[in-house]
């Protein structure tokens, strides 16, 4: 391996070929640590503060190693970043001829034999996509990738999509009559013989715990994984290592069975009676889980619920009818895969429906597209260790936020890792005293209070108008976010006119809304969850986030709740184990929002009282930046007007 402290040195080759590059000793320090990992095939945890350059920092060993190395991201934008920009630059510099590919989920490629069986079907069934249908099928006889991101009309949303798509259990593997033309299968290969492959946290999970039949396992010749924005792992294996049963899953099964009986030439009149016993089944789940959910969008499935036990149990039973069926025709692959998928369904039903209370949290959804049921399990830690442990390859996890106050230890117990994992933290190279200001109001009611979400949005709005718009507002529900869009743009006008423009997270795509309030310059976005970390803006256009509320998980939340009751019952404390250490890290990335390059500049306004009231609002502090604090409110217009331009619009 080159040496690092020359590559990343004030006269290295990174130096000289990137305008603005600075040298760092922390972005250097993890390089080498990474470094290390790789050479000893370890493990490592880095925490890495905004500004470190930790993309640099993991990728310039990586691609120095001579290993195969799967470098797995928690978002398709930084994934695609990482393909496209980062890992082509430093593959010049650093004068490396690597074969790199990009893998996404089977879900982002078109499946062919999907399109040709079911093409006649899908002009009929959707006659409103059929002009969109027809510049999909000329597109299909000339991608070389088949990856529907060349679709750009074809959103992830679109109903044709998973009509055209494969899943796990759709897919017949080697016995498909389209094999030899399989995206998927080209993709997957060109992967195998890569010395970097991109991919992204689900398809690394899936890959981990469902073992993709038939396209060979992603893993066995890696010589490291290297996992970015790894903060999100946790809770993204228990949803893979868990088990989900949907009304979806029901509906594209019952479209390819048809589709493939009538291909065999029988139609489906021969299971018609079979069918029509799982749409009967089906449609009563459906009412149970709706009387059950109400208004709500989600709960906790207890065990008072025999009306929900008994139909779950009449629709695993006529699924379980309809694959014998379907496997007494003996109608050729296609139907024996629709028969298999239909007995995994069942199976699957069951298992969710005769789960016991320690066996996971089994919960209720019900959106758009339908209902699901799921169960969570309390713990991954025990099966995701021993998937480690059984491929023999460096391990690097790394992110922004995965310790509090600089522990690490509530990580590293959620994924079961070693408590005496190796571990680097480093803080971020930004000045925060000087450019970042924290406001913790005084007076703020409780939470609690009727009257707290009216405070929250009158301390915004006047903070708003000081700054001269610039803003993030961070919520930590849909329900605050409604009301406080609808109180200002009361205050402010809605319409062009209006003093400032309102950006609301759900009227429009995400990257819509970040590329008009970059524009603007004065804009104020209001966003949930999602918008509380990936986003970055630099610049003038960003100089106040607002933050409502602490963002502990909402005690209704039932695997929240399931979990706390997991917890009691081991004898742990759920409020310091759990709680506590989750909503440091969620406020971490809340505040990260703001400050994103040397010379950024901005306050932080946090409404919740208990962070200066309650003992532990000293341990979420001390997870934060070391920025300024002030509760004097005439300290933070002063800074925000001196902030505030002397014009908005056109600052990126």
Known sequence: MQDLSELFGADGPLSRAMPGFVPRTSQLHMAERVADSLSQRGQLLVEAGTGTGKTFAYLVPALLCGGQV?????????????????????????????????????????C?????????????????????????????????????????????????????????????????????????FEARRIAAESDLVVVNHHLLLADLALKEEGFGDLLPSADAVILDEAHQ????????????????????????????????????????????????????????????????????????????????????????????????????DAVQQCAARAQALADTLEHITLAGPQDGARTLEQGNRGFSLQLLPFDVGPRFRAMVDARRCAWI????????????????NRLGLDAEVPSLRIESPFDYPRQALLYL???????????????????AATLVEASGGGAFLLFTSHRALERAARALRERWGSDERATYKLLVQGESPRELLLRDFRADGG?????????????????????LVVIDKLPFASPDDPLTRARVEHIRAQGGNPFNDHQLPEAALALQQGV?????????????????????????????????????????????????????????????
């Open 70 to 110: 799967v470098v797995s991201t928690g978002t398709r934008t930084l994934q695609d970043q990482l393909f496209a920009r980062d890992v082509p630059l430093l593959a010049r510099v650093l004068g490396r001829g690597l074969r790199v590919a990009l893998l996404k989920g089977r879900a982002n490629y078109l």
């Open 112 to 184: 062919i034999e999907r399109l040709t069986t079911q093409q006649g079907e899908l002009g009929f069934d959707m006659p409103s996509s059929r002009g969109l249908l027809s510049r999909i099928e000329a597109w299909a006889t000339t991608t070389g990738s088949g990856d529907l991101a060349e679709i750009p009309e074809l959103s992830d949303g679109h109903p044709l999509r998973a009509r055209i798509t494969s899943t796990r259990d759709s897919c017949t593997g080697n016995k498909c009559p389209a094999f030899a033309r399989c995206h998927v």
């Open 233 to 332: 792992l946790p809770d993204l294996a228990a949803q893979f290592f868990g088990d989900s049963f949907g009304s979806r899953q029901i509906d594209l099964l019952l479209q390819d069975m048809r589709s493939s009986l009538t291909a065999s030439g029988n139609g489906p009149r021969r299971v018609a009676v079979q069918q029509d016993r799982v749409q009967t089944a089906l449609q009563a789940l459906a009412v149970q889980v709706s009387v059950l959910l109400g208004a709500q969008s989600r709960m906790a499935w207890g065990e008072q619920s025999d009306g929900l036990d008994a139909a779950s149990a009449a629709l695993g039973d006529a699924l379980a009818e309809l694959a014998q069926h379907l496997q007494l025709l003996g109608d050729g």
């Open 397 to 412: 996890f790394t992110s922004a936020t995965l310790g509090v106050a600089g522990n690490f230890s509530h990580f590293a």
């Open 441 to 459: 109001p005084q007076g703020m009611p409780d939470p609690s209070s009727p009257q707290y979400l009216d405070a929250v949005i009158e301390c």
């Open 523 to 543: 804009g104020v976005l209001l966003g949930t969850a999602s918008f509380w970390e990936g986003v970055d803006v630099k610049g003038q256009a960003l100089r």
């Open 592 to 652: 990260g929002r703001l400050i994103r390059s040397e010379d950024d500049e901005g306050v932080v306004v946090i409404c919740d009282p208990r962070l200066a009231s309650r003992g532990y609002g000293r341990t979420l502090v001390a997870s934060l930046p070391p920025m300024r604090r002030t509760r004097e409110r005439a300290e933070v217009e002063r800074f925000l007007q001196r902030l505030r331009p002397l014009s908005t619009g056109s600052l990126t």
